[in-house]
């Protein structure tokens, strides 16, 4: 009997292929599950008040009032999207400075306390103030996950993990349609209820706090800012690596020019994905329900199947970009969303009119347009070194809150007026088309490393 030659056998190894999900270990899919655990909560608590907001505005409102509904409920969420927006950048800088890992228990404990408090609103005013709260608290968890995620999953499958992760939104936004579809009769303090159910997510922390490991890329960094910060108050010379540790992460994002252009053309995408959505998908179940109602239907049960179903698109949507990320690449991926989002737009809304067949392009249209999300968690990460990563990331998924929350106004305003959908969500959808050309322009990462 011959003997296998030592060549023959590494060639064996080597052509022996082993799917992407077997080469992870157990404390990869830890990580991912936190990650995805915490945008879950996310997704609950966002599509609660997107749900609810109606009728909460409703008995909050005097009858004097009562028409301008869809006004002050485009006015709650677009001062969620602002706490969002501020939250969301501060948690990113807090997670380049103290670790992923704590920065993300530190912002599901907030949200939770904080959604539990919206329950509690005796006036619109305060509404209001509980929502800009809660969205400061929302927001810094994204980042975080998104950071973590990117530094603990290998190369070729990086993608498709952030693909996983973002999927937990789309399963928040469905496990509240689902809840809301069974509590949605129960009188006129079923919102209430909607947002304290949303304390429960506290006792994640504890789990993560046990389960998951820091990221070894963030340990190393940290390792380095401390030394180099040593050096620096000891008044010793620093070297050009040292010196980039020792500046504030946000200023390094546009001090340097190659940094400054990847942030400012990411934040484009990031306005068009951000835009797009909350000022038009998230009219999707308030639409339904008006055409549920024409047919003498449930109006509140038709929103909350139409969440449901759209949210059955998204799941799929985040998680099909992920892999397609991983086999075409980033950019082909991203622009193809992009499109797709922008011709769906005026199908749903304007040339669909048989309830069911509306239910069918609002699958479809959850795949691209909330579905679209996931480019960022998966490109964003791979364009900006460790340690800034935490502040890059969250920067640019959270900046484009401070324009994006006047598209939930805008759309409420020309609802208002025109009293119909589809035309501001037409109009608003022509915002894909900034994405579709700005993504020509950022650069392909697909297979490459984590620059560190």
């Known amino acids: 009997m011959s003997e296998v030659s030592p060549v023959s056998e590494v060639v064996t190894k080597e052509t022996v292929s082993v799917p992407w999900y077997q080469a992870l270990g157990r404390k990869q899919w830890y990580t991912l599950i936190a990650a995805n655990l915490g945008w879950m909560f996310d997704g609950y608590e966002t599509y609660a008040l997107i749900l609810t907001v109606g009728l909460a505005v409703k008995q909050l409102l005097t009858t004097a009032h009562l028409a301008e509904i869809p006004f002050y409920a485009g006015l709650i969420i677009a001062i969620t999207l602002l706490g969002w927006g501020i939250g969301g950048i501060l948690g990113g800088i807090l997670a380049d400075y103290i670790g992923r890992r704590k920065a993300m228990m530190i912002s599901i404990l907030a949200y939770s306390i904080t959604?539990?408090?919206?329950?509690?609103?005796?006036?619109?005013?305060?509404?209001?103030?509980f929502r800009f709260i809660v969205g400061l608290c929302i927001g810094s968890e994204w980042g975080?996950?998104?950071?973590?995620?990117?530094?603990?999953?290998?190369?070729?499958?990086?993608?498709?993990?952030?693909?996983?992760?973002?999927?937990?939104?789309?399963?928040?936004?469905f496990i509240a349609s689902a809840v809301w579809y069974f509590m949605s009769g129960m009188g006129p303090n079923a919102w209430r209820i909607m947002f304290l159910i949303g304390v429960l997510p506290a006792l994640a922390t504890l789990w993560v706090r046990k389960s998951v490991d820091e990221s070894k890329l963030w340990d190393n960094a940290n390792k380095i800012r401390k030394e180099a910060s040593a050096k620096s108050k000891r008044g010793e010379t620093l070297n050009e690596?040292?010196?980039?540790?020792t500046k504030f992460?946000?200023?390094?994002?546009?001090?340097?020019?190659?940094?400054?252009?990847?942030?400012?053309?990411?934040?484009?995408?990031?306005?068009?994905?951000?835009?797009?959505?909350?000022g038009i998908s998230t009219w999707v179940p308030s639409y339904v329900a008006s055409i549920a109602a024409q047919h003498q239907f449930s109006a509140a049960q038709w929103a909350s199947l139409a969440g449901m179903i759209y949210n059955v698109g998204a799941i799929g949507g985040y998680i099909l970009l992920g892999f397609l990320a991983d086999s075409i690449g980033r950019k082909t991926t991203t622009i193809l969303y992009f499109f797709l989002s922008l011709v769906l737009t005026p199908i749903l809304f304007l040339f669909t009119h048989n309830l069911y067949t509306i239910l069918i392009f609002t699958l479809i249209n959850g795949i691209f347009t909330l579905g679209q999300y996931t480019w960022m968690p998966v490109w964003l990460p791979e364009c900006f070194p460790t340690r800034i990563r935490g502040t890059a990331v969250a920067f640019v998924f959270n900046a484009a809150r401070f324009v994006a929350f006047l598209g939930p106004l805008c759309s409420g305003l020309i609802i208002s007026k025109l009293g119909g959908y589809g035309i501001a969500a037409t109009v608003v959808g022509l915002i894909y088309l900034l994405g579709f050309v700005v993504a020509f322009f950022y650069p392909e990462t697909k297979g490459q490393q984590l620059p560190e």
């Open 115 to 129: 959604t539990g408090l919206s329950a509690f609103s005796w006036s619109l005013a305060s509404l209001v103030i």
């Open 144 to 173: 975080t996950g998104t950071a973590i995620m990117a530094e603990v999953w290998p190369d070729n499958a990086r993608a498709k993990g952030a693909g996983l992760m973002q999927s937990g939104l789309g399963i928040g936004f």
């Open 241 to 245: 690596e040292e010196q980039h540790y």
């Open 249 to 278: 992460t946000l200023s390094e994002l546009f001090s340097d020019r190659k940094l400054r252009r990847l942030t400012i053309l990411g934040s484009l995408m990031s306005l068009t994905t951000t835009v797009g959505w909350w």
